[in-house]
């Protein structure tokens, strides 16, 4: 069911294309004819324009709603890109705002690592120079006393060999001086004793 403005403007493009075809494939032919009909001259120049504004006018009807849903599609499309682009603006920056927070709390971590890091340190070194002077310690005292056993050990044995000296010289020194007279008055001595004892 057309309209019978439909029904027109069909014919007419109709027309209008037919015109336009037939100056397009022939204008040789067309530019002899004008030439050798000089009468038409004007007359041919304003119907080629009118031809031409009536195709126009009939494109940009036809033409109408496809182009204005085109450009509010593509419109809607470029909207869309923006905001999206909007969006990702503000993700990044609070992206960029997360990183640069976690960057200024490492910094702080940082510094407290290196501070725990070297109060550890410093403790393990007075443990360690703690336990060295506690070993220095007991190497020590066992040397005292391993110097005063082996001290006390050569005190008795220089005693013993200064009394086996001494009673070697006291014998060497009576033998020398003893007579044999000193020998028979200290026998005869011995085995009187001996009888009293009896």
């Known amino acids: 069911m057309r309209t019978v403005m439909g029904f027109r403007i069909e014919r007419l493009l109709n027309a209008s294309l037919v015109n336009a075809g037939v100056c ?3 204008p040789t032919a067309l530019l002899a004819a004008e030439n ?14 009118a031809n031409l504004i009536l195709v126009l006018a009939v494109l940009v009807w036809v033409a109408r709603k496809p182009l204005a849903n085109f450009f509010a599609s593509r419109s809607q499309a470029i909207q869309d890109q923006l905001a999206e682009a909007q969006k990702a603006r503000l993700e990044a920056e609070a992206r960029l705002a997360e990183i640069n927070t976690r960057m200024s709390s490492l910094e702080a971590e940082l510094l407290d690592i290196r501070a725990v890091a070297e109060r550890e340190a410093q403790e393990e070194y007075q443990r360690r120079v703690a336990e ?10 066992r040397a005292r006393r391993e110097i005063e056993g082996m001290t006390r050990t050569a005190q008795l044995e ?3 060999h200064v009394s ?10 009576i033998q020398s001086e003893m007579t044999d007279d000193d020998h028979r008055r200290l026998f005869a001595r011995f085995v009187a004793g001996l009888g009293g004892k009896e």
Not at 36 to 49: C, F, P, R, T, V
Not at 164 to 173: D, F, G, I, N
Request: no cysteine.
């Open 24 to 26: 397009l494939a022939l």
């Open 36 to 49: 050798a009909e000089s009468g038409w001259g004007s007359l041919l120049e304003i119907g080629k324009a």
């Open 132 to 141: 060295a002077e506690r070993d220095a310690q007991k190497i020590m005292e």
């Open 158 to 160: 220089l005693k013993a």
């Open 164 to 173: 086996e000296l001494s009673v070697r010289l006291a014998r060497q020194k």
